[in-house]
């Protein structure tokens, strides 16, 4: 039995192990964990912090927010099917044999327990800089692997701290490819259009813009060398991954017996719809279309057509991939009330004008980022926030001055930023890895502080 000098020396010895950000990061842990509630519960709570807030801040009657909610409950069951198919896809997409070997293939790839956290984040990140919704999914199931490869290798890797990594990797989505904002404003006739005075704003000036390729290069190196920091040291609790968690796909395959199972097991049959696809998709953008949530959608049906072996598989990979859907179509339509209550009642107006009557044209991009930043905790859909937000913000940056497309990239750099500490945009990512929020919130917080300073700096500098 250990003595109490043996217990205050060990007690001692853990709190001084580890770097000084990840000493101060345990007590944040700790209150995560016993206090924020499941994402489930957590967009609850949200619905009537906004009721309230409508009550204090405009005139709206008790009985007009109970029917702005209402209404707003099925506002936007096209945007909730779009993000389905996306989670569905994406979940797909990732278990083919293909991706699988290549996930293998990665979860091999880091030697050290502080270069797995960083490696996965870096993976994620790109993987959303190609389109949000693969970065979701390869950062869940990049994190299992390297969780379950490195227990194989003896590492100590807290599971927790993995997929808070590879959630972390969404932080620079709006600033990439399938980026809604700047795409929806790169639109003719978007409603964005009116407050453009009908024109449009390229995607050279917002997304592949020369300050904003630095912006997210640099923000990937900021937080990857803050997840360094915060990771778990020696003397730190770890909760590994001790059993292999990893779904492995069913490939559904059956005894061939019949005609009908002779097609079933045929590899023609997706191959060629999966072709058809593809052709579809280049004469779409051989012909001016542009890159929506739908394309992105097409564009993984295609891929999973083509890499599978049969429909049999197929089937397979969708009955594996449809038990992840069932949360966000419980949650999105509650996030589409809040939606309904922060438009019907003004909040939303409350809230934008409150940041732009304090701002000037070298300030009101860094503004308008914190006042995005604050609208996206209750609007968290980057598409539904440009629709209600962008009209506002563009407006009054004109009557600023200011180009648009710093306001563009500024909401867009709002948006992203408070997903962080935002479950709205972590339900497929935790599906995936079987974690809660508050699992990983202690982590993320920080991300969202390391990326903020970028975001804003960025905003500063080029509003000079």
């Keep these: 039995m250990s003595s109490p000098d043996s217990r205050s020396s060990t007690e001692t010895i853990q709190r001084k192990e580890g770097t000084p950000i990840s000493r101060a990061m345990r007590p944040l842990n700790n209150l995560v964990e016993r206090f924020i509630p499941s994402a489930l519960v957590f967009s609850i709570l949200l619905t009537f912090v906004v009721v309230i807030l409508a009550l204090i801040l405009t005139d709206t009657a008790p009985g007009d927010l109970v029917l702005h909610w209402g209404d707003g409950l099925a506002g936007l069951l096209d945007f909730i099917t779009q993000m389905a198919l996306i989670l569905l896809f994406g979940h797909m997409l990732a278990n083919t044999g293909p991706v699988r070997r290549g996930l293998a293939f990665l979860g091999g790839v880091p030697r050290t327990e502080l270069a797995a956290y960083v490696f996965v984040f870096l993976v994620a990140a790109l993987a959303s800089l ?179 072996r049969n429909p049999f598989e197929l089937i397979a990979l969708t009955k594996n991939a449809a038990a992840n859907v069932g949360e966000i179509l419980l949650q999105f339509p509650l996030y589409a009330g809040i939606l309904g209550l922060m438009v019907g009642s003004g909040l939303i107006q409350v809230f934008s004008d409150a940041f732009v009557s304090i701002s000037n044209p070298t300030t009101f991009g860094l503004l308008a980022f914190l006042s995005a930043g604050l609208v996206n905790f209750f609007v968290p859909s980057g598409g539904g926030q440009f629709a209600v937000q962008g009209p506002i913000m563009l407006s009054a940056g004109a009557e600023l001055g200011v180009a648009p497309e710093i306001t563009i990239m500024a909401v867009a750099y709002g948006d992203q930023w408070t997903n962080m500490i935002q479950p709205f945009w972590a339900i497929p990512l935790l599906a995936i890895a079987g974690l809660k929020m508050r699992d990983i919130l202690g982590y993320t917080t920080i991300v969202l502080l390391a990326s903020g300073v970028v975001f804003g700096a960025t905003l500063l500098i080029v509003s000079l």
């Design 130 to 308: 190609i389109t949000w919704g693969l970065g979701l999914v390869v950062g869940a199931l990049l994190a299992r692997e390297v969780a379950y490869q490195g227990d194989q290798r003896g590492l100590k890797l807290h599971f927790p701290m993995l997929v808070a990594s590879g959630f972390a990797g969404f932080v620079v989505w709006h600033m990439g490819y399938s980026a809604s904002g700047p795409l929806t404003a790169a639109t003719p006739d978007s409603f964005l259009a009116e407050s453009l005075g009908g024109e449009t704003v390229p995607i050279s000036q917002t997304v592949f813009s020369g300050w904003n390729m630095i912006a997210a290069v640099v923000t990937i190196l900021v937080v990857g060398l803050s997840l360094y920091l915060i990771a778990p040291r020696k003397g730190d609790k770890i909760t590994q991954l001790t059993v292999d968690i990893r779904q492995q796909a069913d490939d559904g395959q059956e005894e061939v017996v019949t005609p009908a199972d002779r097609l079933d097991a045929s590899r023609i049959v997706t191959l060629l719809l999966g072709l058809m696809l593809v052709v579809y998709l280049v004469l779409h953008f051989a012909q001016g279309g542009t890159l929506t949530l739908d394309t992105v959608n097409w564009s993984f049906l295609a891929l999973i057509l083509l890499l599978v």
